[in-house]
Every structure is written in C-alpha cells, then in structure tokens.
C-alpha cells in the first residue's frame, strides 16, 4: 500500500468503536470470543461444559467437571481488575489510535482514572503488543542504523558518542518494490561487534540483505547468516542518501513520538516496552481498522503482570 493510502485509510472512527464496544456485555462478549474462539474450554481440566456465576465484578465460569471457576480475564494481562471493561477498551482503541503514541498522563484523563491506573493499565497494555512484537524476525531487504533517545533533561551531545543517551539499533525491511514493512527497534548496551551480533541473532532471518552506514559494528550480522553492505558516504550526510529512506523515517518518527509524548519516561527503564509498541502500531499500519480487535488479542494472550513486575526494569521486558 502507498504512503498516502495508508495515512487516509478510514480507520475507526470513535463512533465506530462506540458501536462495537460501548456496553459492558459488548466488551465482556467481544473478551469471550478472544479467549475462546471454539467455545468456552476449562484452563484446569480442558472440559468444556459449563455453567455460569455472577462473581463480583464479571461473570464467573464454572466447570462442570472439576468445578473450577474463572473469569474472562483470568490468565491475561487484564487479570484482577477493578476497571470496568469499557475504560480497557478505550484504552485499547486509545493506544492503538495514536500514530506517535500516548503518555499515561493522556490516558489518566481521557479514560477519567487516577495517574497509577492510567500507568498501570497503559504500561500492561504495552507489555502485551511488546511480547508480540518479540515474535518476529525481519526478512530480506533490511536497512539499519543506529539512534539514541532519553536523556534530554541533561543536556549533553547529540548523536553518536552522547551522553546519558540510551543506544538503539534501529531496523525495517522493505519489499521489492522498496516499501517499508516490519520495523524493529530495540535497546543494545553499546554499539560493539559481540551487541549487534546478538541483536541480530534475536531480529533477523538467515539470508536478510543488510545496509547500514559504515559503522563498523554492524558488519556483524554476517555471523547470523545475513550478508551485510556498508555505505560509504563520500562527503554527503548518510541521513540523505536514498539507501536510508525508510530507516531514517521509522527514527525521525520515533524521536516526534518520544520528545512529543514521553518526556518523563524513564527511557532506561522502560525503554523497551514503549519501543515495542510504537513497532507494534508501525507494523500494523496497513490496517487501522483491525487495531482494537489485534490489541484485544494481544492483552487476552499476554500472561498477567503484577505491579511490582511492570516496575522492575528488565524482568518486565
Ligand atoms: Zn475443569
């Protein structure tokens, strides 16, 4: 799909969403069939015969062959909650619809909840589109670079060699045609031979047509099997060069996301999972319309995450 046709594509509209997820019953049903596209299945004994409780918050299921009860959001990342299903799914539809990303702060007040809520609730949803975005390698044609974001509050030097910045390798593939399709960012502890060897290990296929500038680290994707191409700038800025189109975007798209939206996020710490999501919503963009129900699956597919968990710096990611 062209540029263009991607960024007017209809989506969905808020009226929309409303339509689809503005009860309760809609949100809890819409759940169900996230959790149980064959039908209800016991998560302790596989049976699938079953009646139902009304618990406290949502209605219970309870097998009828081992008697063990659960609820729609048991085993997710929704687990335990005392939100209301609606606010999950106008964060969900929030989340996804925002190109550049949303701070908690914007959740707070538009799902109408108090800051840690709104942190918790935004911080879990971002874990589930990580975790799925953790699922994939780039294929092909993959051009790569590397990028620093945090540390703005003190001050220091831009670009490669800062200081309090935190290194990203920056990543997407192109078709054959020479469009953007899958984007991977992830955080490195330097830009060393031995990193990038293993980011690459994690992200790429065997066989993936790399081309970066000439920093030298990146010579080793070829340890993973890919074959790697140096371009050599001869006077002009490497940012110019057509060979960095896309990659340049996917970073410049990145920094509008992080200085517009994120400026107090506590880069170092949570780095990884705002990085995921913004992939997430990147590598989906062919389909705006679907972004809800994915992230649905997403959140219903991802384990649950205490608090103290989403607040310890890797563990979580
Ligand atoms: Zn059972």
Redesign the pocket.
Known sequence: MAMNRIQFQAGMSLSQFLELYGTEEQCHAALEVARWPDGFR?P????EDHGHVNGRRHRRYQ?R????QTTVTAGTIMEATKLPLTKWFQAFYLIGDAKTGISSLSLKRKLGVNYRTAWLVHNKIMQAMSEREEAYVLHGRVQIDDAYLGGELNGGKAGRGSENKVPIVAAVSLDDAGHPIHAKLAKVETFSFAAIADWAQEALAKGCEVVSDGLACFRAVTEVGCTHQAVIVNGRHPKDLPEFRWINTVISNLKTSFSGTFHALRFEKYGDRYLGAFCYRFNRRFNLECMTDRIVHAACNCSARPERLLREAELAT
């Open positions: 016991c302790r004994c596989g049976a097998c062959s081992c008697r063990h």
